[in-house]
């Protein structure tokens, strides 16, 4: 293997890009452009959810002449505004009916006895009538709620029969939906410019004959798949610099581990994903029919691969296919680095993982150039 | 001495023939000219001699070594019928990549660069991205590219097309000097009249050699009075029959 052939080539892909700006721009603006649409729209806490209050609680009094006790208002009070947007109601047909027109998501319904029972040491309701159709609104519904007994028995020394203490937690003290998300974007955006950038570059070689030109010289088929795979490493990383920086700017993501092992990681899955471009290349008789197997590429990692939701919510019989994406690994290994401060001695699996990808697909690249007619 | 030697030749594509029992024998410093009309295996057969189609059967020597031989690449010089440019890159850019693939020394590049360059009369526009030049031009830096690293053997395909009949004329002269430096050429076109430029040429028709030999050779031994008329009377039945186009007349392609 001669490196001066390899350079060669990697200095012709550096060269390319440089007097195409387009190219340089979707390689550069469009996973920053992506990181910004599902930092902000994925990413962002669920507010101003409309609810209507009906409390028909009669409260309680503790000695006569004593103010009249109503734990149903302290509840309340301990709902967070920013989330929920109360409205009071005393008609509880007439709040339901407002839910069921679509105007309001939830009835929160106190019933008269609500205090008394509570402070009879008996159990209660809290009936909710709630517009379900959205379940992540209905979730944080839901958690408002669950936080607001607590923190108002709390308040009253009233003690809960099972309370759970979760503010040691192992990793992650501080992280949001950002921080689990951020990095799948990262590796979402590399991995699809990558393999489709070299797609549509190989295809556009073969078409055009460069291909066969330079398979005509003396440097050989891996020579030349190293060669694009060295420039895309470098581009690859650069773009993980330039997203992790954003998001950090932007998003304020969680940085517990080393960035270096980060970028290691991102210059994997750029790599083996130039290597799929030139494979998939192999596919293809013109560039349209190049652009027409993006969705093949695009469905199964947006879906499989754990980037925007967790592998945990997939049926256990589909978690094979999702372990044979690279994507799925550098995610993992990206959140495993971002999120939970770890380093190599602990993500070797996954740095291990995208290594063989990486071999297994420079192979079979190789072949794809191999292949005669 | 010879320069390529094509015993029994043959290639299939599918149930395609696309080439059929191929004898060739091209000798050091001819220029060989594989005429025919489009479709006849013209450009599968340099595809081979290259090393980027493999054979069905048969036996490539090119410089006496088995074609494929990467050893052998840096003696060949091969422009494809597409250009084959970067488009994006400078012509200089361009020449850069592959004076890196063909690992010519680094002193020798901007020499080699700034002559080739001035024997396609392009000097000025080295600076040029590809895609801002005229197709005329593209054609005369793909055969620069070709020529760079100073090839023994020349394996042109069908340099010519979509030339105009000024820029021809200049490509057959910068041929005629290719010769003159000791170099093998062999070209391939389905322009008739560029026979003339050939020491020998070769006709193709649908995979096989229906003739061979200097080109007046070539008419005088089909009774014809010109290349065309040869090659019509040679193919006759055959390729009338089937409808076959005949090969273009001056300037004219197929």
């Not at chain 1, 078409?207 to 005509?216: F, N």
């Not at chain 1, 270096?260 to 991102?266: D, G, K, P, R, S």
Request: glycine share 8%.
């Amino acid at each position: 293997m001669r490196s001066r052939h390899v350079l060669g080539v990697t200095r012709r892909v550096f060269r390319g890009f440089k007097h195409d700006r387009r190219a340089l721009a979707l390689l550069l603006i469009a996973p920053i452009l992506a990181m910004t649409v599902f930092g902000i729209a994925f990413a962002g806490e669920i507010t101003n959810v409309d609810v209507i209050v009906v409390n028909e609680d009669t409260g309680f009094v503790p000695l006569p002449g004593m103010p009249t006790v109503k734990v149903s208002e302290m509840f309340v009070d301990n709902l967070d505004a920013k989330v929920l947007n109360i409205e009071r109601m005393t008609d509880l047909d007439a709040a339901v009916k407002k839910v069921r027109d679509g105007d309001s998501w939830a009835v929160i319904h106190f019933n008269a006895n609500f205090t008394s029972a509570i402070m009879g040491g008996n159990s209660t309701v809290v009936e909710v009538r709630a517009d379900k159709s959205n379940a992540q609104v209905y979730a944080a519904i839901v958690t408002q709620m669950k936080d607001a007994v607590e923190k108002t028995m709390e308040e009253r020394k009233l003690s809960l029969p099972v309370s759970f203490d979760v503010s040691n937690a192992v990793y992650g003290k501080d992280a949001e939906f950002s921080d689990f998300l951020i990095p799948g974007v990262i590796t979402f955006a590399i991995f699809l410019l990558t393999t489709l950038l070299t797609l549509l570059t190989f295809t556009t070689e073969r078409v055009g004959r460069t291909l066969d030109r330079v398979l005509s010289t003396p440097a050989t088929e891996l020579e030349i798949v190293l060669g694009y795979a060295l420039a895309f490493g470098v581009i690859g990383t650069f773009q993980a610099i330039v997203l992790v920086s954003y998001g950090v700017v932007a998003f304020h993501i969680l940085i517990e581990g080393s960035l270096l092992l980060a970028f290691l990681i991102t210059a994997l899955l750029a790599m083996t994903s130039q290597a799929l471009g030139i494979l998939l290349s192999s596919a293809a008789h013109t560039e349209a029919q190049a652009v027409q197997m993006l969705p093949v590429i695009i469905l199964p990692v947006f879906l499989l691969s754990g980037i925007f939701w967790p592998l945990e919510a997939m049926p256990s019989w589909l978690r094979p296919f999702s372990y044979a994406l690279p994507p799925t690994w550098a995610a993992k290994g990206l959140r495993n680095i971002m999120i939970r401060g770890w380093g190599m001695a602990e993500v070797w699996p996954q740095v291990v993982a995208l290594v063989v990808f990486l071999f297994l697909f420079l192979a079979l690249a190789t072949l794809s150039l191999r292949r005669k007619q | 001495m010879t320069a390529i030697v094509v015993r029994g030749l043959c290639k299939r594509f599918g149930d395609i023939v696309a080439v059929d029992s191929l004898d060739l024998a091209i000798e050091h410093g001819e220029v060989y000219g594989l005429l025919g009309p489009n479709g006849a295996g013209k450009t599968t057969v340099i595809r081979m001699l290259v090393g980027l189609a493999r054979p069905t059967s048969g036996e490539v020597l090119v410089l006496g070594r088995p074609v494929g031989e990467k050893a052998l690449a840096g003696s060949i010089g091969y422009m494809p019928q597409e250009l084959a440019l970067y488009e994006t890159l400078t012509v200089d850019e361009n020449l850069d990549l592959y004076a890196e693939l063909f690992e010519m020394q680094r002193d020798r590049v901007d020499v080699r660069k700034t002559e080739v360059l001035r024997f396609v009369a392009l000097e000025e526009r080295r600076a040029s991205i590809v895609h801002t030049l005229s197709g005329g031009m593209r054609h005369r830096v793909s055969l620069a590219v070709s020529l760079l690293h100073e090839p023994e053997l020349l394996l042109l395909d069908e340099p010519t097309v979509g030339v105009d009949p000024e820029l021809r004329a200049s490509f057959w002269e910068n041929f005629g000097h290719l010769k003159n430096q000791g170099r093998t050429v062999v070209i391939t076109t389905h322009y008739m009249d560029e026979a003339r430029h050939c020491d020998r040429i070769g006709l193709m028709h649908r995979g096989r050699l229906v003739a061979e030999g200097p080109p007046a050779e070539v008419v005088r031994r089909a009774g014809a009075t010109d290349l065309e008329e040869a090659f019509l009377r040679l193919v006759s039945g055959g390729a009338r029959a089937a409808g076959a186009a005949p090969p273009a007349k001056e300037g004219v392609r197929a």
